[in-house]
T-cell receptor
Framework: GQNIDQPTEMTATEGAIVQINCTYQ??????LFWYQQHAGEAPTFLSY????GLEEKGRFSSFLSRSKGYSYLLLKELQMKDSASYLC??????????FGAGTTVTVRA | IAGITQAPTSQILAAGRRMTLRCTQD?????MYWYRQDLGLGLRLIHY???????GKGEVPDGYSVSRANTDDFPLTLASAVPSQTSVYFC????????????FGPGTRLTVL
């Protein structure tokens, strides 16, 4: 199985940068995903890493280190609409996802 | 618009009743999944199906059953609902390619009294 840890809550100011860390222990790693979930809505896909390194997509970037069992999601130039939960998910060899409990990010004016 | 639909949006159910949550996708995705989401626990996989005609158990399958008669539909049945099954249920699908991004439906909020 998978053991996935991420902080419960983070608060940041509009325009700032926030980094959400995710550590995992896995019995078979086949990729790491980040999802965004606004309150009362479905999770939506943000990023995918399967090789070590940084993947950049606009204001969002995701980093992976497989040897350390570590990933982070970087949110730059924070906007009020970025207030949401961010879910780290690890995929196993059978293509099943295991999710962390999520990190709630609150952006303040 | 292509995507995943779930029904009902919300439901209040008496304990002991049978309930089927519906999920339909029109993206021709091979794989479909059912999750429940509870505060502080995140999304947990209940059952999944890699292709029509096959199903598998996830992390928390007890009390739930699924079927996959065709590519588009993946209903989740609670044979005899209990209060611990109060949760938000999300259906998801993926194409099972190398990126294999899962796309989620809008969810069903179920309350069992």
């Amino acid at each position: 199985g998978q053991n996935i840890d991420q902080p419960t809550e983070m608060t940041a100011t509009e325009g700032a940068i926030v980094q959400i860390n995710c550590t995992y222990q896995t019995s078979g790693f086949n990729g790491l995903f980040w999802y965004q979930q606004h309150a009362g809505e479905a999770p939506t896909f943000l990023s995918y890493n399967v090789l070590d390194g940084l993947e950049e997509k606009g204001r969002f970037s995701s980093f992976l280190s497989r040897s350390k069992g570590y990933s982070y999601l970087l949110l730059k130039e924070l906007q009020m609409k970025d207030s949401a939960s961010y879910l780290c998910a690890v995929r196993d060899q059978d293509y099943k996802l295991s999710f962390g409990a999520g990190t709630t990010v609150t952006v303040r004016a | 618009i292509a995507g995943i639909t779930q029904a009902p949006t919300s439901q209040i159910l008496a304990a002991g009743r049978r309930m089927t949550l519906r999920c339909t996708q029109d993206m021709r995705h091979n794989a479909m999944y059912w999750y429940r989401q509870d505060l502080g626990l995140g999304l947990r996989l209940i059952h999944y199906s890699n292709t029509a005609g096959t199903t598998g158990k996830g992390e928390v399958p007890d009390g739930y059953s699924v079927s996959r008669a065709n590519t588009d539909d993946f209903p989740l049945t609670l044979a005899s609902a209990v209060p611990s099954q109060t949760s938000v249920y999300f259906c998801a699908s993926s194409a099972r390619g190398s990126t294999d991004t899962q796309y989620f439906g809008p969810g069903t909020r179920l309350t069992v009294l």
